[in-house]
């Protein structure tokens, strides 16, 4: 099961055979995630978060681009990670390095 916590603007779209693993969406803007995509627990994808909260409207108003956190067919997000705003990601996989 994931959690979504959106604002009046936010919306995500979760693409075919996706597999969402208690994942958290926090957004008052896109995310958009492509097809065989799998994102693991404790994963938090969004453009604000308890952790590290960004201010969107500084962005913005500095000429950034915030429209959008886009996942891309085929990525696979590892537990505990935290994927924020201005991330594109398309057929890798995000993890840890063991030391």
Known sequence: MALFR???DGQVTVGDYC???GAIFSTNARISIG????????V???DHCVAIPLNLENLREAGVQTDEIR???GAWIGAGHFLP???SVTGAVVGAAQS
């Not at 097809?35 to 404790?42: K, L, P, Q, R």
């Open 6 to 8: 959106s604002g009046h």
């Open 19 to 21: 597999t969402l693993v």
């Open 35 to 42: 097809d065989y995509t799998f994102i693991a627990h404790e």
């Open 44 to 46: 938090t994808i969004g």
């Open 71 to 73: 996942i891309g067919e």
């Open 85 to 87: 705003a201005l991330v």
